[in-house]
């Protein structure tokens, strides 16, 4: 038997014969340019899309309104604007990309930022509490909200359909005995109103965007280090260099066109990027580090794909469930609080109408898968900029409003479609 082994089996110490792969052999191979894009390639034909759909979008879409309103759609003043339109659907779609991970949907969202600026603006003009006091109540008021929306969910079992859809309804009500039927609360305080009013000084904004830049390398570059030291698969370095040189480039080429002055007066001065931009930037880097880096964030994604498996494998499922719809509505109260100083007030419809929609397709259009699973924080920006671009390029050329919501749903129902097409191809392929 010892010789029927030592001629079956080929060793190493053998001329001319090489050992097979073991199962984790590709995970140590070096990868040239050529093969990374070639796996690259595979995995899209495979279904694996990521933010291909929303970008190619995203370009045609420019490309679109600039050439139908190019003395308009890119100049200074327009692109700012479009910037603080899409704050508030961004940071609501970022919480939601949480809870779609789960393959979950919270349907209160945009009422929950509603009642939150509500809480906010109440409490700064009636109660005469500082900015930062009532900023944190609203936020309060949104974990309690995802918290309750969660242990329904996750402990009572209601489908989180008919659990968000009866918030949706009851927290309208809330904002109604808040501020009162056909009311408005105005909001004046300074901090508040230059989130989405008033610009950085262009000194910072320069230097916020070199900060960033520097830091996205060097992280990138010590996590492909990382991964080199210990013999596993990484990007090549070429490439690596030439993503962070292209983000590199699109932060200082943003940070560039905000820094000019689109003031129509030549007695006024008008110029920075909006504060609310880089508080959009804080969030997507947590959120971005959460779900990327963190035990936390790799449970959301193995309870996304089947929470069976996850619970078996140890995860504790309720709490991962709880805490999704909690950060989300968290966020929501921050979206809440900018849409309040984007409008200079709070009405009882606000959060309301389509804020949701908008925030749910923001985040699909991006990429997010709405199966569950699959999706970045990255998908919220990515979306909340195409829903901005369609309504602001919409507005432009001065269609109906019928117009704007017939494009956006249609863009919406093609995003979806090509969601469920790759998620289609993903399992032909076993992925």
């Given at each position: 038997?010892?010789?029927?082994m030592?001629?079956d089996?080929?060793?190493?110490?053998?001329?001319?014969?090489?050992?097979?792969?073991?199962?984790?052999?590709?995970?140590?191979?070096?990868?040239?340019?050529r093969?990374?894009?070639?796996?690259?390639?595979l995995?899209?034909?495979?279904?694996?899309?990521?933010?291909?759909p929303?970008?190619?979008g995203?370009?045609?879409?420019?490309?679109?309104?600039?050439?139908?309103?190019?003395?308009?759609?890119?100049?200074?003043?327009?692109?700012?604007?479009?910037?603080?339109q899409?704050?508030?659907?961004t940071?609501?779609?970022?919480?939601?990309?949480?809870?779609?991970?789960l393959?979950e949907?919270?349907?209160?969202?945009?009422?929950t930022?509603?009642?939150c600026?509500?809480?906010?603006?109440?409490?700064?003009?009636?109660?005469?509490?500082?900015?930062?006091?009532?900023?944190?109540?609203?936020?309060?008021?949104g974990?309690?909200?995802?918290?309750?929306?969660?242990?329904?969910?996750?402990?009572?079992?209601?489908?989180?359909?008919?659990v968000s859809?009866?918030?949706f309804?009851?927290?309208?009500?809330v904002?109604?005995?808040?501020i009162g039927?056909?009311?408005?609360?105005?909001?004046?305080?300074?901090?508040?109103v230059?989130?989405?009013?008033?610009?950085?000084?262009?000194?910072?904004?320069?230097?916020?965007?070199?900060?960033?830049?520097?830091g996205?390398?060097?992280?990138?570059?010590?996590?492909?280090?990382?991964?080199?030291?210990?013999?596993?698969?990484?990007?090549?370095?070429?490439?690596?260099?030439a993503?962070?040189?292209?983000?590199a480039?699109?932060?200082?080429?943003?940070?560039?066109?905000?820094?000019r002055?689109?003031?129509?007066?030549?007695?006024?001065t008008?110029?920075?990027?909006?504060?609310?931009?880089p508080?959009?930037?804080?969030?997507l880097?947590?959120?971005?580090?959460?779900?990327?880096?963190?035990?936390?964030?790799?449970?959301?994604?193995?309870?996304?794909g089947?929470?069976?498996?996850?619970?078996?494998?140890?995860?504790?499922?309720?709490?991962?469930?709880v805490?999704?719809?909690?950060?989300s509505?968290?966020?929501?109260?921050?979206?809440?609080?900018v849409?309040?100083s984007?409008?200079?007030s709070?009405?009882?419809?606000?959060?309301?109408?389509?804020?949701?929609?908008?925030a749910?397709?923001?985040?699909?259009?991006?990429?997010?898968?709405l199966?569950?699973?699959?999706?970045r924080?990255?998908?919220?920006?990515?979306?909340?900029?195409?829903?901005?671009?369609?309504?602001?390029?919409?507005?432009?050329l001065?269609?109906?409003?019928?117009?704007n919501?017939?494009?956006?749903?249609i863009v919406?129902?093609?995003a979806?479609?090509?969601?469920?097409?790759?998620r289609?191809?993903?399992?032909?392929?076993?992925?």
């Amino acid at each position: 038997m010892g010789d029927a082994m030592s001629t079956d089996i080929p060793t190493s110490k053998e001329p001319g014969v090489k050992l097979a792969d073991s199962d984790f052999a590709a995970d140590r191979r070096d990868l040239d340019v050529r093969s990374a894009v070639g796996d690259y390639w595979l995995r899209v034909r495979s279904g694996d899309l990521g933010a291909i759909p929303a970008i190619l979008g995203l370009a045609g879409l420019v490309v679109l309104f600039t050439a139908l309103r190019p003395e308009t759609f890119l100049s200074k003043g327009n692109i700012a604007n479009l910037c603080t339109q899409a704050l508030p659907v961004t940071i609501l779609a970022m919480g939601l990309v949480f809870v779609l991970l789960l393959g979950e949907i919270d349907l209160s969202a945009g009422v929950t930022s509603g009642v939150c600026a509500a809480v906010m603006a109440k409490l700064i003009v009636d109660s005469g509490q500082p900015w930062y006091v009532a900023v944190l109540a609203a936020v309060a008021i949104g974990i309690v909200v995802g918290a309750v929306l969660g242990w329904l969910v996750s402990v009572v079992r209601i489908p989180s359909f008919v659990v968000s859809l009866a918030f949706f309804l009851g927290l309208q009500g809330v904002t109604l005995r808040l501020i009162g039927e056909g009311g408005t609360v105005p909001v004046h305080d300074d901090v508040i109103v230059a989130l989405a009013n008033k610009n950085m000084p262009i000194w910072l904004g320069w230097a916020a965007a070199v900060v960033c830049a520097l830091g996205y390398g060097l992280s990138q570059f010590l996590r492909w280090q990382r991964k080199r030291s210990r013999g596993l698969t990484g990007s090549p370095v070429e490439l690596v260099a030439a993503r962070v040189a292209v983000v590199a480039v699109v932060l200082l080429a943003g940070t560039y066109l905000l820094s000019r002055d689109r003031a129509p007066s030549p007695l006024v001065t008008l110029a920075g990027i909006p504060w609310g931009v880089p508080l959009v930037a804080v969030l997507l880097i947590i959120c971005t580090f959460v779900l990327g880096r963190t035990s936390f964030g790799r449970h959301i994604y193995a309870v996304g794909g089947n929470a069976e498996a996850a619970r078996r494998a140890g995860i504790n499922v309720t709490r991962i469930k709880v805490s999704a719809f909690m950060i989300s509505s968290a966020l929501a109260a921050i979206s809440g609080v900018v849409a309040a100083s984007r409008l200079n007030s709070v009405a009882t419809d606000s959060g309301g109408g389509n804020t949701l929609l908008y925030a749910v397709g923001a985040a699909v259009i991006g990429g997010t898968s709405l199966f569950g699973g699959r999706g970045r924080a990255r998908d919220a920006v990515l979306g909340g900029l195409v829903i901005a671009i369609i309504d602001n390029g919409l507005g432009l050329l001065g269609t109906k409003a019928y117009l704007n919501f017939l494009i956006t749903g249609i863009v919406l129902l093609l995003a979806a479609s090509i969601d469920a097409t790759a998620r289609r191809r993903r399992s032909a392929a076993g992925r």
